[in-house]
Structure formats: structure tokens, C-alpha cells
């Protein structure tokens, strides 16, 4: 099992950057699959990035492609988003999700695909 804490959510202006940490406890990180998902006040849960295991391949949804980028340092078991370019539209809580190898269907870009979720952190872009 794992646990994950994601850190780095804050206010920022449009057009200013930030970025997200998620620290994984456990062993094996570089087992399980990250993403990150956010959730805008009355809106579903939506995928934002993610990322293979040893980094090779990262994913992105359209709404931010250009502007996120995902990494991992599986020695520091973190897995990171950098955000910038913000609109205020990327205001939301940000969660970080880790999906075990052996369980991974491919489905990257579904909440059903990962077995662990993090508390989530707020991230707010003022206009």
C-alpha cells in the first residue's frame, strides 16, 4: 500500500506558475504508474497529466498541454506538476494518484485506473 501527500497548492495570478509535489510513502514507487486529476467546484474529477513509471512516457490533457509538465524522481519518491501559464479556470483541488503495475489497464485518463489517492491541494488563479 501507499500513501500520498501532495503539497505546493496556492493562490496565484493568471499567468503565474507554480508547482505541485506528491511524496509517496512506501516502497517499490517506481512500481505504480502517477497521475494528477483536479476537481473544480461542482464539476466531476478530471484527468490533468500522467506518467509511466521510470518517466519515459507522460500524457496530458488537452487543456493544458503546452503549459503542465509531469515528472517523477523515483530515488525521492515524488512525483511532480509543473504548472504554468495559469488561467483561472485551472482553479480546482489537485490530486495525485498512483496505479500498481500489475493492476494497470491502460486507461490513464480514468479515476477507475488508480488504487490510491492523495488528500488533494487547492489551487487557486485569481483573473
Known amino acids: 500500500q501507499v500513501q500520498l501527500v501532495e503539497s505546493g497548492g496556492g493562490l496565484v495570478q493568471a499567468g503565474g506558475s507554480l508547482r505541485l509535489s506528491c511524496a509517496a510513502s512506501g516502497r517499490a514507487f517506481s512500481n505504480y504508474f502517477m497521475g494528477w486529476f483536479r476537481q473544480a467546484p461542482g464539476k466531476e474529477r478530471e484527468f490533468v497529466a500522467a506518467?509511466?513509471?521510470?518517466?519515459?512516457?507522460?500524457y496530458y490533457a488537452d487543456s493544458v498541454k503546452g503549459r503542465f509538465t509531469i515528472s517523477r524522481d523515483n530515488a525521492k519518491n515524488t512525483v511532480y506538476l509543473q504548472m504554468n501559464s495559469l488561467k483561472p479556470e485551472d482553479t480546482a483541488v489537485y490530486y495525485c494518484a498512483a496505479d500498481l503495475l500489475r493492476n494497470y489497464r491502460g486507461h490513464y485518463y480514468e479515476n477507475y485506473e488508480y488504487d490510491y489517492w492523495g488528500q488533494g491541494t487547492q489551487v487557486t488563479v485569481s483573473s
Open positions: 506518467i509511466s513509471w521510470s518517466g519515459g512516457s507522460t
